[in-house]
C-alpha cells in the first residue's frame, strides 16, 4: 500500500534579484519594467513513491532541497507544480517546539500544540498523563514555556506529536538536541512506531542515524534525486569522496 | 469552498485556544491584567467627551453614551482589522514549520476582537447608568449589528492579511486611511453637520451604517431604520464575499513569503 505519492512535484520560489518587500519600491520597479525575479528550485519535477512501512532516509548537502520535501508532505509547502497524496495520519517533527507560546505554561502549550495539530480538547485531556510522563516534566508543568531549557523544549514537542499513533513519521534533523538519554528514549518509541507498520521519512547528516534507522535512502542533490536504493549503498556512494557528482541513479 | 469551512470545525479547538491565549497574553504582565479591555474604553471616552462636549460643544444629550457606543464598535473594527495585518507575520515561525489552517488564524483575531468588543459592553453599561440614560427593550436587537459588523471586519481581514505579508508596508499606509476613515464616520458628531458635498463620503463610508445600527437601538432607544439595515447588511455580506475569495485563492501561497 502506497503511503506517500509524488508525481513531478516542483516548489519553486521566487525570490527578487533585489529585494522588494515595500509596496512602493514594487509600483517603482514596476512602472521602470525592471521587476527582475530570480527562481530558486527548491524541489525540481520530483517523483517518488513511498510505501507503507517503508523506513526512508534523505541524505544531500546544505539546500538541496530534503527540507522542502518534508514540508511539502507535511502540508506546509503546496508544490507550485505537480501533484502530491498522502495518506494517513502525518505527525511532524519539523521543528520540536514550532508553536510554543514562551508566555504560557507548559499544561497549556500542551493544549496549544494539540490543536495546532488539530486535535480536540478532550482528546488532549486524555493524552496529558502520558505526555507529561514521557518529556519528564512532572515538576514545572506550571511553569511558562520560557524558563524551560532548550532540552525540556524539545522533549515536550516530541512527546507531544508523538503521542498520537502516527501512520507517518516525519523527521528533520530533531533528535540532535536533548541528552544521550532522551534521544535514546526518541529513537526507542520512533522503532516501536516501526515495528507497528508506520511509515517514517528521516531527514539527517548522520550516516549512522539513517543506517541505523531506515532500509531506503534517497540521496537529494539540487532539488533533484541523486540516488534512491537501499540505505547502505546510496549512504556510501553520498560519503564517498570519489563520486562528488554520481552521474546515475544507484539502481 | 468546502474544505475550508471543515476545517474550522475540525481546528474548533485550535480556534478557542487562540482566542483565550491571545487574551492572556496580552494582558499578562500588566498588573491590571484583563481589566483594562474595560477601562481603556473609559478613559479614552473621558479624553473625546472633554474635547467634544465640553471644548466644542456639540449639543448633543448625554454625549459620553452617544459617543461610547459608536466608538467601541470603531474601536473593534479598527482593531482587528489591524491585527490581522501583522498576523501572518506575527505566526510566521509556525506557518514555516507546521500546517495549519490559514482561515482559522484570521478567524482567532476576529473573534478575540469581539470578545473584547463584548466586554468594554460593561463599562457602557455603567455609564448608562450613571448619567441616567434609559434602558429599553430595543437593546434585544443589537446582536444583529454586531453579528453584522463582525462579518464586515472579517471579510476586510481575509482581504488585508495576504496583502500585508507580500507586501509588509501595506500595514503602514493602512494605519493612515484608519485614522482618516475614522473622522469619516459619524462617531463623536452628527451626520447632519456634515455639508453636503461631502456627505457622500460618508454616505458611501461601510461604518456609518453600522454605527447607526448599533447606536440606534442603545442610545435612541429605537430600531435602525430601513436604508441603514439595507446598506449594513450589503457591505458585510460584499466584504465578507470579497474577503473570503481572494484569501481562498492567496492563502496557500503565504508560507512562501513569511
Sequence with gaps: ?251 | MLTPLREIIQYRSLLRDLVVRDLKVRYKRSALGIAWTMLNPLLMMVVFTVVFARFLRFPIAHFTVYFLCAFLLWNFVSQTTSWSTACFLGYAPLIRKIYVPKTVLILSTVFSGLVNLLLALVPLALIMVLVGHPFTAKLAFIPIPLILTTLFALGLSLFLAPLCVMFTDIGQIYQVLLVAWMYLTPIFYPVEIVPSDYRILVDANPMTYFVEAFRAPIYRGVLPDGPTMIGATVFAVASLVIGWTLFQRYSERIAYYV
Design chain 1, 1 to 251: 500500500m502506497v503511503a506517500i505519492e509524488m508525481s513531478d512535484v516542483t516548489v519553486r520560489f521566487t525570490v527578487p534579484r533585489e529585494r522588494v518587500r515595500t509596496f512602493k519600491e514594487f509600483a517603482i520597479n514596476w512602472l521602470r519594467g525592471r521587476l527582475v525575479y530570480e527562481e530558486l528550485l527548491a524541489l525540481s519535477r520530483v517523483s517518488l513513491t513511498i510505501r507503507r512501512g517503508e523506513t526512508v532516509g534523505i541524505i544531500g548537502r546544505n539546500g538541496a532541497g530534503k527540507s522542502t520535501l518534508l514540508k511539502v508532505i507535511a502540508r506546509v509547502l503546496r508544490p507550485t507544480g505537480g501533484s502530491v497524496a498522502v495518506l494517513g495520519r502525518v505527525a511532524p517533527l519539523l521543528e520540536l517546539g514550532a508553536g510554543f507560546d514562551p508566555e504560557l505554561s507548559g499544561r497549556e502549550n500542551i493544549f496549544l500544540n494539540g490543536a495546532i495539530l488539530g486535535r480536540s480538547r478532550r482528546e488532549m485531556v486524555r493524552r496529558l498523563p502520558g505526555i507529561v510522563e514521557f518529556a519528564e516534566l512532572e515538576a514545572f508543568l506550571d511553569a511558562p514555556v520560557r524558563t524551560y531549557s532548550s532540552g525540556m523544549v524539545a522533549r515536550l514537542g516530541f512527546a507531544i506529536a508523538t503521542d498520537v499513533e502516527p501512520d507517518i513519521l516525519l523527521v528533520d534533523e530533531v533528535l540532535a538536541v536533548g541528552d544521550i538519554e532522551f534521544q535514546q528514549k526518541c529513537l526507542e518509541r520512533m522503532r516501536g512506531f516501526r515495528a507497528r507498520g508506520a511509515t517514517l521519512v528521516l531527514v539527517s547528516h548522520s550516516p549512522e542515524t539513517v543506517l541505523g534507522l531506515c532500509d531506503r535512502a534517497l540521496w537529494f542533490d539540487a532539488g533533484r534525486v541523486a540516488a534512491d536504493g537501499p540505505a547502505r549503498e546510496v549512504v556510501e556512494a553520498y560519503v564517498s569522496p570519489k563520486v562528488p557528482q554520481p552521474a546515475h541513479a544507484v539502481s
